[in-house]
């Protein structure tokens, strides 16, 4: 019986020391083949490309992994309590590995028969997600466990929180909690709230399953959880506790990956930096610093989008979006949920469809699932009551547009069919402070600002008048305004007759009050008398493009084509004393370490250049002026500046509305028509587009002084106007024409003595070219 004993106990000893041995050996085995990780401590994810305004604000992250590298000592204490307390809440006081928690884990496996909960601490996921898989197996938890330890040995508790914190897949392509918080909520990691905190820690176990975009009750669910153990743990009291589980869930919108306001700037920005940087522009950790103001950038979002819904509903009501036939039972919300998935949120403009229509009222489900209920009695669009008629035409099913009040009521919108778009400037450098391509970039991608091509219609007669002073057509020379048809040779086309927006002609006016008071027909005559082919190539100093502004009359009305951009540039000639100053969008572009690869500002200063002389700038922005103060411009007015320029442009049929000006140093143009053209009405550029410019330029030019500038040399007071000095001196115009009364056209005798001295030069003159344009001035001038 002893022997017997004897022999138990000594094969149970035996086994245990083999089974020691055998676990010493594999583990020896294992550490071997653990992987090096020296590389972790200069370890460097790949970062995306991200975009920000000129005052510092996260505009859009753009590539395979959204990330925000955050040291730990950044991170609020409340998103870490919120981490640990459902992830490792002993993580400070274990070592690398939690035995009690592997223990609880083992026994939940075994009871369960499946392989469900590892027990895995901070750590361990660390060494998993760098370095191994995610393969549920014995052999695999032992190498983590094992790497847990060497990788704390290594670097720490707070570096390894670090990097989990930064690199854990939370959905919505995020990796790491800082990108999430902009994914999720649209606001940076210390901006976040309790509640918010805890929602995200939620995410790490099954980031697909608590997606609180996908699944809002069950991400509540386990963000209640959450908060009950910090409760527990004493991260917080029971005020705190109480307040988070009842903040509503206001999650950001999904699907867009820019601030709203400013996503038609932000992706002309990244096709920029896609052209210049290739293939790695998403990886690299790119940082793209636009020169949007974005308190400016908001101001001109809400003025394009404010005046166009305003000049929509004045219209009337277009009616109900769309029509969906909603089934009964569980399928319904399914297929609301799909029918707006189709009708996204624009703004303020939630979409929504009606549910339940009664005498009284119209119950409604948004996209996010609320109800809300528009009454019916004084249902109206604007300030325009519906009709019976208009009413009838929303029945359940109806796809509408509504929007919620501060007072909580909400009432029925509409979107509007037109379109707009507006580009805004830094006289100084040529910087883009604002730029919005259309009402909504989810809506229509399209960017109206810069690649949309537009008649200007007489926003293109500044330019037009620019080029005639160079030819001595000063503000008080007279032209002639009487409406006459042009005849095939005076057009090169079709005979056209011209007229005035008002339909009044009065003979002979002044160049001034041409412009102030935007007369077709007077314009026609300068431009004849100056010539068309010599006032387009005068124009292509602005950046028009010649191809798209061919040297025709009708070009003296605005018949060529123009962006937003491009005419914002060249008003910008106007402003800066005759500068033309490239427009440029990317102010700098660094890389992860803060090396700057690309200077946008020195860049376009170096594409500077004097396109016209200074007193042209001068008197074309006196002209301007006039038209602010006393013409189609003047409801500018509003503002209460002296330093206002500007000019009104409406196309053929009214195709096109205009507003360029200028002020305080800013220089804005505005955009208004449709993208299919037609025509806008029986309305011009002052009824379209001046309000949304006044709108913006209120809120752009609050903190500007007034800028008028004092006048430049070679010009000299003519009574009651301004003249080229030299004129003054003897100079005369040699080109004569029967639409144009100057004193400065040149007498007989003068004519004759620029003629002796005509041949003087040709007698000398070699160059047959040279020698046919002399001819060709004095012939026409005879």
């Known amino acids: ?38 590389a972790l401590a200069s370890y460097q994810a790949a970062e995306p490309l991200r975009i920000y305004s000129a005052d510092g604000e996260l505009l ?9 590298v955050w040291p730990l000592t950044q991170i609020p204490p409340t998103m870490r309590a919120a981490l640990l307390a459902i992830e490792d809440a002993r993580f400070y006081t ?19 028969g499946r392989q469900g909960q590892g027990g895995s601490t901070i750590t361990m996921q660390v060494a998993r997600n760098f370095y191994l898989t995610r393969e549920k197996t014995w052999s695999r938890k032992f190498a983590e466990i094992l790497l847990a330890y060497k990788l704390e040995s290594r670097f720490g508790k ?43 820690a939620g995410l790490p176990k099954a980031p697909s399953a608590y997606n609180p975009m996908i699944n809002p009750d069950r991400a509540r669910q386990r963000q209640r959880y959450i908060l009950q153990r910090m409760l527990a743990l004493g991260n917080i009291d029971a005020e705190a506790y109480r307040q988070a589980l009842a903040q509503p869930l206001a999650l950001a919108a999904r699907g867009s990956n820019a601030v709203r306001e400013a996503a038609y700037a932000v992706e002309q920005a990244r096709l920029w930096a ?7 522009t998403y990886s690299r950790g790119l940082n793209l610093y636009l020169t949007l103001d974005m308190p400016k950038q908001r101001a001109a979002d809400a003025a394009l989008r404010e005046e166009l819904i305003g000049m929509q509903n004045d219209r009337g009501y277009l009616g109900p979006e769309g029509q969906v036939a909603l089934p009964h039972g569980a399928p319904r919300s399914l297929v609301i949920r799909r029918a707006l998935a189709m009708h996204p949120d624009s703004g303020a403009l939630k979409s929504a469809i009606a549910t339940a229509v009664g005498p009284q009222f119209i119950d409604v489900v948004l996209s996010d699932g609320k109800l809300a209920r528009l009454k019916r009695h004084d249902l109206q669009i604007g300030k325009n009551t ?21 007072t909580g009521s909400w009432a029925l919108m509409q979107l509007p069919a037109m379109e707009g778009a507006l580009a805004s400037l830094d006289t100084d450098s040529g910087a883009i402070v604002a730029l919005v391509g259309g009402f909504d970039y989810q809506r229509n991608k399209y960017d109206h600002a810069i690649q949309a091509y537009r008649q200007p219609g007489s926003a293109f007669k500044p330019f037009v008048y620019s080029a005639a002073l160079e030819k001595g057509y000063f503000p008080d020379t007279e032209i002639d305004d009487s409406q006459r048809l042009l005849n095939r040779e005076e057009t090169g086309a079709s005979p056209w007759k011209p007229r005035n927006f008002n339909h009044r002609y009065d003979g002979f006016v002044s160049i001034r009050s041409a412009l102030t008071h935007s007369k077709n027909m007077a314009t026609v005559s300068l431009m004849q008398a100056a010539g068309a082919q010599y006032v387009q190539e005068f124009t292509t100093h602005f950046g028009f493009e010649s191809k798209r502004n061919p040297p025709s009359l009708p070009l003296a009305l605005g018949a060529g084509g123009v962006t937003p951009l491009q005419l914002a540039a060249a008003f910008n000639v106007f402003a800066s004393g005759g500068w033309h100053r490239q427009p440029y969008l990317v102010a700098q572009v660094s890389d992860r370490a803060g090396v700057v690869l690309y200077d946008g500002k020195a860049a376009a200063a170096g ?16 002209l301007l002026r006039s038209v602010v103060n006393e013409g189609s411009g003047r409801s500018a007015q509003s503002l209460q500046r002296g330093d206002l320029a500007g000019k009104t442009g409406t196309s053929n049929n009214a195709r096109d509305a205009w507003f360029g000006g200028y002020g305080g140093g800013i220089v804005t143009t505005v955009w208004v028509g449709y993208d299919q053209p037609k025509s806008l009405g029986n309305r011009s550029g002052a009824i379209y587009a001046l309000p949304i410019w006044k709108r ?16 430049p040399e070679g010009l000299a007071h003519d009574g009651d106007d301004y003249v080229y000095s030299e004129y003054l001196q003897g100079k005369c115009m040699a080109e004569s024409s029967p639409f144009v009364r100057s004193r400065y056209q040149c007498t007989a005798a003068q004519y004759r003595e620029l003629a002796e001295t005509a041949a003087g030069i040709l007698a000398t003159q070699s160059d047959a070219n040279e020698r046919a344009r002399i001819i060709e001035m004095f012939s026409s001038s005879s």
């Open 696 to 711: 913006y330029m209120t809120q752009a030019l609050q903190d500007r002084p007034e800028q008028i500038p004092a006048m």
């Open 1 to 38: 019986m002893r022997q017997r004993l004897r022999f138990a106990v000594g094969l149970a000893v035996g086994l245990s020391a083999a089974g020691i041995l055998s676990t010493a050996a594999a583990a020896w085995y294992v550490w071997g083949q653990l992987p090096a990780i020296d």
């Open 158 to 200: 707070d570096r390894l929180l670090e990097l989990y914190m930064n690199e854990i897949y939370l959905g919505e392509r995020a990796y790491g909690f800082a990108a999430a918080a902009h994914i999720y909520f649209g606001k940076s990691l210390s901006q976040l709230t309790l509640a918010e905190s805890a929602l995200l």
């Open 60 to 68: 859009a992250q753009y590539g395979p992994e959204r990330r925000e």
């Open 274 to 280: 896609m052209e210049r940087y290739g293939d790695d």
């Open 607 to 622: 594409a500077s250049r004097r396109v016209i002389s200074a007193r042209n700038a001068w008197l074309s922005d006196s």
């Open 94 to 112: 274990h070592g690398a590995v939690d035995y009690a928690g592997i223990g609880r884990a083992a026994l939940a496996n075994i009871f369960t």
């Open 386 to 406: 519906l009709s019976a008629s208009q009413i009838r035409k929303i029945r359940e099913g109806s796809v509408l547009r509504v929007s919620q009040s501060a």
